[in-house]
């Protein structure tokens, strides 16, 4: 079992939809990323957290440290947030913290 | 432009070569991070620089080397390339060791012929 799931794999929605991505992780972890990857390869930073919920623009990223659980919202979805969007999650122990442990990505489609 | 600056953006080499990748962190980073990304395998934590010192190591073959020199930019060097190196090699820089915002360079695509 990976340490860093995502849900779905694949996304397809309409221009205007709410969307969300899902991350569970089954490791301690001191924060959790959100990444967003182009097609062209270049990866962008979208949030770090923590703990609670932040905003910004049309995005949110939540995180449940009890239950392990982030979720990425996008609303208003736009054809131009089509990427793959990355959950890392930074370890909290030994050696290994500040490393990242990446999910597999949930490839996001949005329509006109 | 993320201030992370990676030279070359495109590679291609023969087998058994070697190549070395380079990275520029954001001015004022300390932390160099180096990841592969496959199709197969994702990305892939490679190893961690900190202020010139190896901090820690992930799944880095033994083929695999890297340093961080004192104006802070960094070397990864693949040597012996088989293949399967065939990836794109991304690096990060942080401010300190642990806790902050990652920038990622804009990678360098290796291909292995």
């Known amino acids: 079992k990976n340490e860093v799931e995502q849900s779905p794999q694949n996304l397809t929605a309409q221009e205007g939809e709410f969307i969300t991505i899902n991350c569970s992780y089954s490791v301690g972890i001191s924060a959790l990323h959100w990444l967003q990857q182009h097609p062209g390869g270049g990866i962008v930073s979208l949030f770090m957290?923590?703990?609670g919920k932040k905003k910004h623009g049309r995005l949110i990223a939540t995180i449940n440290i009890q239950e392990k659980h982030s979720s990425l919202h996008i609303t208003a979805s736009h054809p131009r947030d089509s990427a793959v969007y990355i959950c890392a999650v930074s370890l909290s122990y030994g050696g290994s913290q500040g490393n990242l442990i990446f999910g597999k990505g949930t490839k996001l489609s949005v329509k006109p | 432009d993320s201030g992370v600056t990676q030279t070359p953006k495109h590679l291609i080499t023969a087998t058994g070569q070697r190549v070395t990748l380079r990275c520029s962190p954001r001015?004022?980073?300390?932390?160099v991070y180096w990841y592969q990304q496959s199709l197969d395998q994702g990305l892939q934590f490679l190893i961690q620089?900190?202020?010139?010192?190896?901090?820690a190591k992930g799944n880095i073959l033994e083929r695999f080397s890297a340093q961080q020199f004192p104006d802070l930019h960094s070397e990864l060097n693949l040597s012996s390339l088989e293949l399967g190196d065939s990836a794109l090699y991304f690096c990060?820089?942080?401010?300190?060791?642990?806790?902050?915002?990652?920038?990622f360079g804009s990678g360098t695509r290796l291909t292995v012929v």
């Open positions: 957290l923590s703990s």
């Open positions: 001015s004022g980073d300390l932390s």
């Open positions: 620089y900190y202020n010139g010192e190896e901090r």
């Open positions: 990060a820089s942080t401010p300190e060791g642990t806790n902050y915002g990652y920038t």
